[in-house]
RNA sequence: GCGGGCGUCGCCAAGUGGUUAAGGCAGCGGCUUGUGGCGCCGCUAUUCGGGGGUUCGAAUCCCCUCGCUCGCCCCA
């Protein structure tokens, strides 16, 4: 035993450790994730967690507040800039055209795990945080937008959240964004004197952001200013409302936002966000959205593109406020209590082939008193405890007790009867 | 990056300048070296996130720092 005389070490800020007790949440959404995947032929993808940073320069573009502010880049012993990826869809997409995947068709991919963005922590949002989300490459069609929607929606569902709400708007294409862009500049700098201090900061910077301003004045002046929805053209109008409409035919809800902007300057037409009353400041719970120009700005063929990205910290805090899912470990199918020199040897043997028999067997190792081992065992939730003492290692047999319930009648067995001993007490 | 709140044992928590830092839960040990879920007894913070300062004296006051948290911003 030694003193504590060295400082413990703590986690970095923002990055956070799940422990076994909240684990079980966690295993649960991915369990379902993974059920609805499968049953809509949308197939995993792992890449790297580290990418080249221009990867994200060029994908999720210079000017966001990711790519200028919140990456984790450093250089490598090669010099070479890296980042700890901020989000999966470029990365997924550079794998695509790295592998040619999309020379043998439209592909439909998941994806899973950790994202890292440098940020102030708060509710709903870490450094390190996890993410699962859904690419659909190549196919352009407004139904493959509302499978899109429809696979976020109905995954949530499954995970029992019914009182979410969907946003839904259309940045139209990157020409549409772009001369709408140009008018709002306008119509902003000719009022910048009547804007709050934060938009008129973001009139340069991120336009489209002003729209969104929680300023009551600003929000009362933009009742003039002009509408993303009347510079879409006539092609962005008619898929947006083929979009509309298939949403509706499939009696999932939505409510039109237009002043639902994606961060990401990849994105084009369909944006959409998934959103909670419950979760403070942080509440959208899944964004996505098509972006139709990303893979060919990546150097790969110009190929339609929509996909989406669900915060998992997010979902799960969702869920444990509704206390949806249990999420405790199952507890050992046997509890083993033993005790002597030649008792312990042997119980560790019969452990060993009890589990490769197929049981959850949890071994004693305190070599404590037999009370202080029974209510560990009691503890443990097991059903059956094997005791092995001295007199049984002698013999060759264990006791196998009954856990549960009012003392039951102790059963002496050999060791091959245990398995199916508690195969048959066992439904 | 900017504001507000907070930080006493693994968890909850009393204590707000006076010297042994309550209590509960959990854990460990004993009553009981071989039979449990109860009970009883005992142990578990030389120390109050960390560092510095003020003071005869600090968990309690001041400064710095780290962390958590809520909001801004941003996003999932």
Redesign the pocket.
């Known amino acids: 035993m030694t003193s504590t005389i060295v400082e413990a070490l703590?986690s970095?800020?923002?990055m956070v450790d799940l422990l076994p007790e909240q684990i079980g949440l966690w295993q649960h959404v991915e369990a379902v994730a993974r059920e609805q995947f499968r049953r809509a032929g949308v197939q995993e993808i792992r890449t790297p967690l580290l990418e080249v940073t221009e990867l994200f320069a060029r994908g999720i573009g210079e000017a966001?507040?990711?790519v200028g502010k919140?990456m984790y880049s450093f250089l490598d012993r090669g010099e070479r800039s890296c980042t700890l990826r901020p989000?999966g869809t470029a990365s997924v997409v550079r794998a695509v055209i790295q592998h040619g995947l999309l020379s043998q068709g439209a592909q439909r991919l998941w994806y899973g795990g950790p994202m890292f963005?440098y940020?102030?922590?708060?509710?709903?949002?870490?450094r390190q945080?996890h993410?699962i989300g859904v690419e659909l490459l190549g196919v352009g069609d407004p139904r493959s937008d509302v499978e899109a929607i429809a696979l976020a929606w109905d995954l949530l569902e499954a995970l029992g959240l019914d009182d979410l709400t969907l946003e839904l708007n259309s940045l139209g294409t990157a020409e549409d964004r772009a001369s709408y862009r140009a008018e709002l500049v306008r119509w902003l700098e000719a009022h910048l004197e009547d804007l709050d201090p934060?938009s008129q900061s973001?009139v340069h910077t991120?336009p489209l952001?002003v729209l969104?301003?929680?300023d009551a004045a600003t929000q009362a002046l933009l009742a003039g200013a002009p509408q993303l929805g009347d510079a879409l053209g006539g092609e962005s109008h008619q898929r947006f409302s083929r979009v509309r409409q298939g949403l509706e035919a499939l009696g999932i809800p939505f409510r039109l936002n237009p002043r639902l902007v994606?961060?990401?300057d990849y994105y084009s037409h369909t944006a959409f966000?998934i959103t909670s009353t419950h979760l403070?400041?942080?509440?959208?719970?899944?964004?996505?959205g098509r972006y139709d120009g990303l893979v060919q700005q990546l150097g790969g063929p110009a190929t339609p593109a929509v996909g989406w990205?669900?915060?998992l910290?997010?979902l799960v805090l969702l869920l444990a406020q509704r206390q949806t899912a249990p999420a405790t470990p199952p507890p050992p199918d046997l509890y083993v209590v033993n005790?002597?020199e030649a008792?312990e040897a042997w119980a560790l043997a019969l452990t060993r082939r009890w589990r490769l028999a197929g049981l959850a067997v949890e071994l004693d190792l305190?070599g404590?008193?037999?009370?202080?081992q029974?209510?560990?065992?009691?503890?443990s939730g097991a059903l059956w405890a094997a005791?092995i003492?001295?007199?049984?290692a002698a013999e060759g047999v264990v006791?196998l007790?009954?856990?549960?319930?009012?003392?039951g009648d102790?059963r002496r067995l050999a060791p091959e009867a245990v398995a199916s001993a508690l195969g048959l007490a066992t439904p």
């Open positions: 703590q970095l800020r923002g966001t507040d990711v919140e989000e963005r940020e102030r922590p708060q509710k709903g949002r870490q945080f993410q934060d973001r991120n952001r969104d301003s929680k994606r961060g990401l966000e403070g400041a942080q509440a959208t719970v899944c964004g996505g990205a669900l915060g910290e997010r005790r002597g008792a305190s404590a008193a037999f009370g202080k029974f209510k560990r065992a009691d503890r005791v003492g001295e007199s049984e006791v007790k009954e856990l549960r319930g009012e003392a102790d």
